[in-house]
C-alpha cells in the first residue's frame, strides 16, 4: 500500500480485516500529519491561538517535542519550512508543491502543548514537519493492531517493525543496507519485538538537515537503530543522523537502544551493546 | 549536551513517553476503526439472518428451502430446529424471529464462502428433502488439526478443528485475544462436532465473540477442505 511518500508492506497470518485495520492507521495518521496536504490537520494549526487537537497530531507532537528536548534540538520538528526550501516540498503523489511559512529561526520552543486541554498553539508561522516521527507512530499503532497475531514484519520503507518470531520460528534477521552499494548488506542483526529505523542518504538525498545549523555538511551516511518501537527508533536514527558519529552514538549509548552509525567513508560506530538480544 | 539515561538502559523517560503516545493513538483509535467494526456487524447481521436453525421444517417454503442450501456452509441438517446437547445451549440466542430470510436475501450470504456444499437439488421439492437428509457421506474435509482466525470488533481468536475419518472430532479457540474472555462463548465451543459444521448458535450477550467464533471455524474448515496450513497442535 502507497502512503507517506513509500509503499507499506505486512507480512502476517492473520485475517484479512485485521490487516485491513493495520493499513487504516497509515492512512489516518498521513490525513492528520502530512506537511504536504493542505487538509491535513497539522496544516490547519493557526499561529497565535490554542487550537484543540486530535489525539493523533497531539501526541505526535508531544513526543516529537520530547526528543527534541532530550536532543537539545538536534531533533527538531519544526524544520518544515526549511525542508521545503530545500526542495522537499512536494506531494509524492500529486505532485502539487506545498506552501510552507516559517523563518529559519524558527524552533521547537515556539510550539507549546497544554496538556491538560490538549492544545497546540504555534507562537509563530513555522511549519511543522512529523515526518520522523508520524510514519513511525503508524507503525507502532499497526503492531498494536496485530500484536494479537504475535509473528509479523510490518516495512514502510526504511521504518521496520518486527513482531515474535520468522516464518521458521526464529528471531527475524534483518540485514543493514551498505549506504553505498545498494545489494550489499554491512551487517545483520536478529530481532523480536522491536523497531529497526534506518535513516540515510542515499534513498531521498539529504533529506535531514542539521536544524540549528541548516548548512551544516552531514557526517553521517546512514544511522540505524533498534529500539522497542519505531517512533523512538525513527527519530532517535534521525537525531544521531544530525549529530555525527561520535555524538550519535553518545546518544543511542545514553538512551540505552541499539545503533550502527556508518560515515560518508564507510566508517562504522556501534553502541556498546549492539548486536546484543 | 543531552540527558543520558543510566548505562545499559533505555531512557526510561523517552520510552515511556513513547509507549502513553502510541497506546494514546490507540485508545483513541477505536473509534477510527469503527467502519471495520460496523462491517463485521453487518457480516454479524447478515449471519443471523441466514440462520435457518430456529425455523421450524413445516413452515419454510420449499423455494426458500432451496436457497438454504445452497449457501457455501449448510450444516448437515439445514432446516430444522437443532438438537443440540442440553448441556450445550444454556447461554444460546433466542430462537429467529418468525420472519424468514428471504431467497432474494440468502444467496448473498454469509461473507465468508470457501466451504463445500451439498450437491445443488434438480427442484425445489428435491431441495427441500436434500436439505433435511443425513450429512452427505463423501469426505469433505482432510484430516488433520486446521486453525483459522475469526474477527470482531473486541479483537481476533484462532480458531482449531480436528479432523478425522473426515468429520469435526474437536474445535476449540486455540488462542484467544479478544478483550472479553473467550469462557463467554464456552456453551458452543463444541457444537462443531454434534453439527458438523461451523454454524453454532448465538451467544446472548456474547453474540460478536460467537461470531468470531463462527468465523474462525469457517476458516479452519476452508483450510481443512484443502488441507492447506495444517498445524501441529501445540
Keep these: 500500500m502507497p502512503a507517506m511518500g513509500t509503499v507499506v508492506s505486512i507480512e502476517v497470518d492473520a485475517p484479512e480485516a485485521a490487516l485491513t485495520r493495520a493499513f487504516e492507521w497509515f492512512r489516518q495518521v498521513e490525513a492528520v500529519c502530512s506537511r504536504f496536504d493542505a487538509a491535513s490537520e497539522l496544516r490547519q494549526l493557526p499561529v497565535g491561538r490554542p487550537v484543540p487537537a486530535s489525539p ?22 519544526t524544520v518544515g519550512s526549511r525542508m521545503a526550501a530545500r526542495g522537499y516540498n512536494q506531494h509524492y503523489v500529486t505532485r502539487a508543491t506545498i506552501d510552507a511559512p516559517g523563518s529559519d529561526d524558527a524552533s521547537f520552543r515556539d510550539v507549546v502543548l497544554d496538556a491538560n486541554l490538549k492544545t497546540i498553539l504555534l507562537r509563530r508561522p513555522l511549519t511543522l514537519d512529523l515526518g520522523a516521527v508520524a510514519k513511525g507512530l503508524a507503525v507502532d499503532a499497526a503492531a498494536h493492531e496485530l500484536h494479537p497475531f504475535r509473528d509479523f514484519c510490518i516495512d514502510a520503507g526504511g521504518d521496520l517493525y518486527f513482531g515474535g518470531s520468522n516464518p521458521v520460528g526464529k528471531p527475524w534477521r534483518v540485514g543493514i543496507r551498505h549506504p553505498r552499494r ?47 518501537n519505531a517512533m523512538l527508533a525513527d527519530a532517535l536514527a534521525t537525531a544521531a543522523f544530525v549529530l555525527g558519529p561520535e555524538q550519535g552514538i553518545a546518544l543511542l549509548d545514553g538512551m540505552g537502544v541499539q545503533g550502527l552509525l556508518i560515515t560518508p567513508e564507510l566508517e562504522q560506530f556501534r553502541t556498546r551493546n549492539f548486536g546484543r538480544a | ?59 419454510v417454503p420449499a423455494a426458500v428451502a432451496a436457497a438454504v442450501s ?20 444454556k447461554a444460546v440466542s433466542k430462537p429467529t424471529p418468525a420472519s424468514l430470510p428471504t431467497a432474494a436475501v440468502l444467496p448473498q450470504t454469509p461473507k465468508p ?20 437428509s ?22 481476533d481468536m ?59 471455524l469457517v476458516r479452519a474448515l476452508e483450510n481443512a477442505t484443502t488441507g492447506t496450513y495444517k498445524s501441529v497442535r501445540p
Design chain 1, 56 to 77: 493523533i497530531l497531539f501526541e505526535a507532537v508531544r513526543f516529537a517535542l520530547k526528543v527534541a528536548q532530550e536532543t537539545d534540538g538536534a531533533f527538531d520538528p
Design chain 1, 182 to 228: 545498494r545489494e550489499q548488506v554491512v551487517d545483520h542483526i536478529d530481532v523480536s519485538d522491536c523497531a529497526v529505523c534506518t535513516s540515510g542518504d542515499y534513498e531521498r538525498g539529504a533529506h535531514i538537515l542539521d536544524p540549528r545549523d541548516a548548512g551544516a555538511e552531514p557526517r553521517v551516511a546512514s544511522a540505524t537503530v533498534i529500539a522497542p
Design chain 2, 1 to 59: 549536551m543531552f540527558k543520558r539515561g543510566r548505562k545499559g538502559r533505555i531512557s526510561n523517560e523517552l520510552v515511556a513517553s513513547s509507549c502513553a503516545a502510541i497506546l494514546a493513538v490507540y485508545a483513541a483509535g477505536t473509534w477510527r476503526t469503527r467502519d471495520e467494526a460496523r462491517r463485521f456487524g453487518v457480516e454479524g447481521e447478515v449471519r443471523r439472518s441466514a440462520r435457518p436453525a430456529q425455523i421450524p421444517a413445516a413452515s
Design chain 2, 70 to 89: 445452497q449457501p457455501a456452509f449448510p450444516p448437515p441438517v439445514a432446516v430444522g430446529p437443532r438438537q443440540a446437547p442440553q448441556k450445550l445451549v
Design chain 2, 113 to 132: 464462502a470457501a466451504l463445500p456444499t451439498a450437491e445443488p437439488a434438480s427442484d425445489d421439492t428435491d431441495a427441500a428433502e436434500s436439505a433435511l
Design chain 2, 134 to 155: 443425513a450429512p452427505p457421506s463423501r469426505k469433505r474435509w482432510l484430516d488433520g488439526y486446521y486453525t483459522g482466525w475469526g474477527t470482531s470488533p473486541h479483537g
Design chain 2, 158 to 216: 484462532q480458531v482449531y478443528v480436528r479432523i478425522e475419518d473426515g468429520r469435526i472430532t474437536d474445535a476449540g479457540v486455540a488462542d484467544c485475544q479478544t478483550r472479553y474472555p473467550c469462557s463467554v462463548i464456552n456453551d458452543i465451543l463444541l457444537q462443531p462436532i454434534d453439527l458438523q459444521g461451523p454454524d453454532v448458535d448465538r451467544v446472548s450477550r456474547a453474540t460478536e465473540s460467537g461470531d468470531a467464533y463462527y468465523y474462525g
